[in-house]
């Protein structure tokens, strides 16, 4: 992952991560550039959303889906 320096557009170096919970963590950051800038910073790093959900095996879907269904639906799709 690359991060730039909000001061002088340099590149810059994660020096660590602390989690705040599960889906974001703040990030220490310092500008590579020293000489002429030396900015430290914390930035903040979250899970937004999915662009692809993840898989889910065949029969968890299955039965995700059918449960949503009337019972009348469900019995007629296991044939009773």
């Given at each position: 992952?690359?991060?730039?320096?909000?001061?002088?557009?340099?590149?810059?170096?994660?020096?660590?991560?602390e989690?705040?919970?599960?889906?974001?963590?703040?990030?220490?950051?310092?500008?590579?550039?020293?000489?002429?800038?030396?900015?430290?910073?914390?930035?903040?790093?979250?899970?937004?959303?999915?662009?692809?959900?993840?898989?889910?095996?065949?029969?968890?879907?299955?039965?995700?889906?059918?449960?949503?269904?009337?019972?009348?639906?469900?019995?007629?799709?296991?044939g009773?």
């Amino acid at each position: 992952m690359r991060v730039t320096c909000p001061n002088c557009g340099s590149n810059a170096t994660i020096s660590s991560r602390e989690n705040q919970s599960t889906h974001v963590a703040d990030l220490y950051v310092s500008c590579t550039d020293v000489k002429n800038c030396g900015a430290t910073f914390v930035s903040t790093l979250a899970f937004k959303h999915y662009l692809n959900p993840p898989r889910q095996t065949t029969a968890q879907l299955a039965a995700s889906l059918i449960s949503k269904l009337p019972k009348e639906e469900q019995l007629s799709l296991i044939g009773l």
